[in-house]
């Protein structure tokens, strides 16, 4: 199958306006590829690779000017953008340095600034380049995870689009995309999955060239699919995401998801175009093949439920995924839900929905769902206890949904109200729901220990929103509903603790405590005692005392150069600066290596007399490293 070009839809002079820009015309491999799901965004280019070493030369794709530099610790690193006549953009990220005249221009600049860090927008007759001209040298600076060129190419809106539709031969593709599982949802408290509410995953064998679930699926209601899938390339092990996805069910379209072209707000959608919460619990990446509320991206062609299939009959059907690559290799999916109105209440099933082994209950699309062991009777008949919910100062009975291998499953529908504990058989259990927080206006909610206020869209969808304060002696805990919601903005929090770590107020701030126990700096402004702070992560949080220094660890001390390794343990770096006979000296940082090192304005003048090394952590310990050149 021929590439798909676009020339026409953004005006090109020819099918090779564009320019490879690592060894054009040489075969080439990817490291990653366009819309990519990454942990946090969807990723804009694609990624060259260039043998795993920096150095590589960089070429302009096509005649344009530097129109914007940017110089960052993470992200994009060094970055380069090229405006085209064509009005699109150029963008080369993570070099390892510039040409020279590039060089020069930025480091002027830095030098007047005194700062590592710059952003710099040049005019049109400032840096022209030509097609084909070397820029720059590949290279790992800022967030990369090794040597590689990000490249983009950006339409005249700064939207990215995939740059591999623009035909260039040196990348090879004849390989499929891979299918790991899929998965099914039920997307409303009636709906059943095998007789169950929840989310299941199936299992995939090859048979007659295409991925089939072995067994029917029974499915009553409205259900969502998921699929775990994604692309492979020639003469690489490296895996990318998957261009284009279609559901049918009978021979009808319900969703198509075509990713060609987003904007970069957008990007955060990756948490609600891929499952988040299976991310979040077992690391691994499922994306949907219907459109979740909140999600604003704008790949897809959907049913009239948004991709949702609602089946409400007792017959047969065909659901077939197709998965595209750009190259037009495809793979296919096909699997049978079979129509069951009438369900058993007692289930015995290979598949058991209990998202968590130990949490009894568990919130999905607005419904509460509550696991209880059941008893048999002498008969062998399972006892039906009633469970208690208790809210809104009152009592409210319901009946289990079904029972299934030995456990009642309980569905509360939480638009109905919020129970704050349910009492099953004796057994009180307090769920820590505190309120519902709607998703598309600013919402604050006020606790004795803590206050948490939510902007405009800074949720994906409604949030039943789950909190706690825990107080032990030496020990506090502030629980902000769990790490398995994403949010699109920064919540605002506020604490109000109950005692505080020893140590100096202005060294106490907040950190965040991650799945392995390990501390996250987040900050905080004290007024009074009680401290605020912003972040765009739910989780637990505690107060920590931060009083050590950074270490400051001289590696070359010479007339040509100066490089230290600077690291610091708790609340991590926040900025250093370095000065050799009272004037300021640019050093770079890359702080996957720890490492600062020189950059001389003048490398013909070598350095002399005293040199001082400053190192600032974030709650402002200093370190400060001095020693004498002599001339």
């Known amino acids: 199958m021929a590439i798909p070009v676009l020339f026409a839809s953004v005006g090109f002079e020819s099918d090779n306006y564009y320019l490879f820009p690592i060894k054009p015309g040489e075969r080439n491999y990817l490291s990653g590829n366009y819309c990519e799901l990454r942990s946090s965004h969807l990723h804009a280019g694609i990624d060259i690779k260039v043998g795993g070493v920096v150095g590589a030369p960089v070429h302009a794709t096509a005649d344009g000017?530097?129109?914007?530099?940017?110089?960052?610790?993470?992200?994009?690193?060094?970055?380069?953008?090229?405006?085209?006549?064509?009005?699109?953009?150029?963008?080369?990220?993570?070099?390892?340095?510039?040409?020279?005249?590039?060089?020069?221009?930025?480091?002027?600049?830095?030098?007047?600034?005194?700062?590592?860090?710059?952003e710099l927008f040049p005019q049109k007759g400032e840096l022209a380049v030509k097609r084909g001209e070397v820029i720059g040298k590949a290279g790992n600076s800022g967030s990369s995870g090794g040597p590689h060129l990000h490249f983009e190419i950006r339409d005249a809106n700064q939207r990215p689009m995939d740059p591999l539709?623009?035909?260039?031969?040196?990348?090879?593709?004849?390989?499929?995309?891979?299918?790991?599982?899929?998965?099914?949802?039920?997307?409303?408290?009636?709906?059943?999955?095998?007789?169950?509410?929840?989310?299941?995953?199936?299992?995939?064998?090859?048979?007659?060239?295409?991925?089939?679930?072995?067994?029917?699926?029974?499915?009553r209601g409205t259900i969502g699919v998921e699929v775990a899938a994604f692309d492979k390339a020639t003469g690489v092990r490296n895996v990318y995401g998957v261009k284009e996805t279609e559901l049918s069910l009978d021979g009808e379209r319900q969703f198509l998801c075509l990713m060609d072209k987003f904007a970069f707000s957008q990007a955060k959608n990756i948490h609600v175009h891929a499952n988040y919460e299976e991310r979040y619990r077992q690391n691994r990446t499922?994306?949907?093949?219907?459109?979740?509320?909140?999600?604003?991206?704008?790949?897809?062609?959907?049913?009239?439920?948004?991709?949702?299939?609602?089946?409400?009959?007792?017959?047969?059907?065909?659901?077939?995924?197709?998965?595209?690559?750009?190259?037009?290799?495809?793979?296919?999916?096909?699997?049978?839900?079979?129509?069951?109105?009438?369900?058993?209440?007692?289930?015995?099933?290979?598949?058991?929905?209990?998202?968590?082994?130990?949490?009894?209950?568990?919130?999905?699309?607005?419904?509460?769902?509550?696991?209880?062991?059941?008893?048999?009777?002498?008969?062998?008949?399972?006892?039906?206890?009633?469970?208690?919910?208790?809210?809104?100062?009152?009592?409210?009975?319901?009946?289990?949904?079904?029972?299934v291998n030995d456990v009642a499953v309980y569905l509360w529908y939480l638009n109905r109200c919020i129970p704050d504990s349910v009492d099953i058989c004796g057994e009180v259990s307090t769920l820590g729901i505190k309120v519902r927080v709607p998703s598309k206006s600013a919402f604050s909610f006020y606790q004795p220990r803590m206050n948490v206020t939510f902007p405009k869209s800074a949720l994906f969808d409604t949030l039943f929103l789950q909190m706690n304060h825990e107080h032990e002696a030496g020990k506090e805990l502030f629980c902000i509903h769990k790490n398995n919601v994403p949010l699109r903005q920064n919540m605002q929090v506020l604490l109000k603790p109950r005692q505080f770590p020893e140590g100096p107020r202005d060294k106490m701030s907040v950190y965040r405590i991650d799945s392995k126990g390990d501390l996250g700096y987040e900050g905080g402004t004290w007024k009074g005692d009680n401290i605020s702070f912003r972040t765009r992560t739910f989780g637990d949080f505690k107060l920590q005392v931060d009083t050590i220094a950074p270490v400051i660890t001289p590696l070359s001390i010479s007339p040509s150069r100066l490089r230290f390794k600077i690291k610091d343990a708790i609340s991590g770096i926040r900025e250093y600066e370095a000065y050799v006979d009272g004037e300021w000296l640019l050093m770079h940082y890359d702080y996957k290596r720890e490492l600062i090192w020189s950059d001389r304005m003048d490398k013909s003048k070598p350095l002399k007399g005293e040199v001082k090394v400053k190192v600032r952590d974030m709650v402002g310990n200093e370190n400060v490293f001095t020693t004498t050149i002599e001339s």
Not at 82 to 109: M, R, W
Not at 318 to 331: E, H, P
């Open 65 to 118: 000017y530097i129109n914007r530099i940017k110089i960052s610790y993470g992200g994009y690193g060094n970055a380069l953008y090229i405006q085209h006549p064509n009005g699109t953009v150029s963008t080369y990220a993570h070099l390892h340095e510039f040409n020279d005249l590039i060089q020069q221009y930025v480091k002027k600049a830095q030098y007047k600034k005194k700062s590592f860090t710059i």
């Open 165 to 219: 539709q623009f035909g260039f031969k040196e990348i090879i593709d004849r390989v499929p995309p891979y299918v790991r599982r899929i998965a099914l949802t039920t997307m409303d408290e009636n709906a059943r999955i095998n007789g169950q509410f929840g989310r299941f995953e199936f299992s995939l064998k090859e048979q007659n060239g295409k991925y089939v679930v072995s067994e029917p699926i029974d499915v």
């Open 286 to 403: 499922f994306f949907r093949l219907y459109v979740a509320d909140g999600n604003t991206l704008p790949f897809y062609k959907t049913n009239s439920q948004k991709g949702r299939i609602t089946i409400n009959d007792n017959q047969s059907h065909l659901a077939q995924i197709k998965l595209s690559d750009i190259y037009g290799n495809t793979s296919r999916v096909e699997f049978t839900l079979q129509g069951q109105p009438q369900s058993s209440e007692q289930l015995k099933v290979r598949y058991f929905n209990k998202p968590y082994s130990n949490q009894n209950f568990h919130v999905r699309e607005n419904v509460l769902q509550v696991f209880a062991p059941v008893k048999k009777s002498p008969e062998g008949i399972y006892e039906r206890k009633l469970a208690k919910f208790y809210a809104e100062r009152s009592t409210l009975e319901e009946p289990p949904a079904y029972v």
